[in-house]
């Protein structure tokens, strides 16, 4: 089965992290990671309410990454096996512009 990452930014070639081969990040590490990013980045969430869905996070965890972030390939791999994990999904695309997940 096809397991891979692919985030798109305006204005920049798409990343994509092929995680075929890759070992699977357990689901809490993978909230964990991504709740280090959020944070260490100074990240804020989508909605007005405060209320930060996992989704929400891994989009805004890529968008404050960016692609200078995504030149990282260890960085690169890291959120991508995080996003996958956390989504639990093998297939997860991030439209960073259009702030969406589709699977």
């Known amino acids: 089965m096809r397991s ?3 985030v798109t930014f305006k204005n920049s070639p798409p990343v994509r992290v092929d995680l075929q081969e890759v070992q699977p990040m357990p689901h809490e590490a ?5 709740d280090n990013q959020f944070t260490q980045m100074g990240c804020e969430p989508l909605r007005p309410t405060g209320k930060l869905l ?3 996070k891994v989009v805004v965890v890529a968008q404050a990454g960016g692609p200078a ?3 990282d390939p260890q960085w690169a791999l890291e959120f991508a096996r995080a996003a996958s ?3 639990a999904k093998p297939v997860v695309h991030i439209d960073v512009a259009a702030l969406s997940i589709t699977y």
């Open 69 to 71: 972030k995504f030149a």
């Open 54 to 56: 996992l989704a929400d």
């Open 30 to 34: 993978a909230r964990q990671w991504l």
């Open 85 to 87: 994990a956390s989504l």
């Open 4 to 6: 891979e990452v692919r």
